[in-house]
């Protein structure tokens, strides 16, 4: 599985230009992680970069969680929305029926590095290492998949493993 670790501007380009990047978004499947200070609010997609009128008609799921460890409380701010099980749940579901459909998968948090990074590294460890050994897409994705170097969130790797089956792995 073609997995892509994004930016939010990096997202908001491509939809700014979706014609000319049609290949890239037709046959994808999105993560959109945004913060999660305004988790709660009326309508928690309007953080989401992606258009609405795509997100109609394209699976996304949008999700809201701060880029926080909770053992780290004393920082400041503390994080209002730290990422759950509740989360790695969703995104083992949604990411098992993009590889059913055969998408590529597109994740994206604000800056493409932490909260998206952990997701992407986990979920290329997932489907292409431990469900079956693809050497050449989990290999893409360190190449070719991400747009900045990665410093995958703790926090939320661990749960994430977790959900996954894939603790010590």
């Not at 909260?115 to 693809?134: I, K, P, Q």
Request: a negative charge; one cysteine or more; aromatic letters at 8%.
């Amino acid at each position: 599985m073609k997995i892509r670790v994004l930016s939010k501007s990096t997202i908001r380009r491509i939809f700014a230009n979706a014609e000319a990047c049609s290949e890239l978004i037709s046959r994808a499947s999105f993560i959109s992680i945004n913060n999660g200070a305004n988790a709660g609010d009326d309508d928690d997609s309007m953080l989401c970069p992606i258009p609405e009128e795509f997100r109609k008609t394209h699976p996304v799921l949008i999700l809201n969680f701060d880029d926080s460890i909770p053992e780290e409380s004393h920082c400041s701010p503390p994080a209002r929305r730290p990422f759950t099980r509740d989360d790695a749940v969703r995104i083992k579901a949604f990411a098992e029926e993009a590889a059913v459909r055969r998408d590529a998968l597109i994740i994206h948090c604000q800056a493409g590095i932490s909260r998206s990074g952990a997701v992407g590294v986990t979920l290329n460890d997932y489907f292409n290492r431990f469900l079956e050994d693809n050497p050449e897409d989990w290999l893409w994705f360190f190449e070719c998949g991400c747009e900045n170097a990665l410093s995958p969130n703790p926090h939320v790797r661990a749960i994430l493993l977790k959900v996954l089956g894939l603790q010590g792995f």
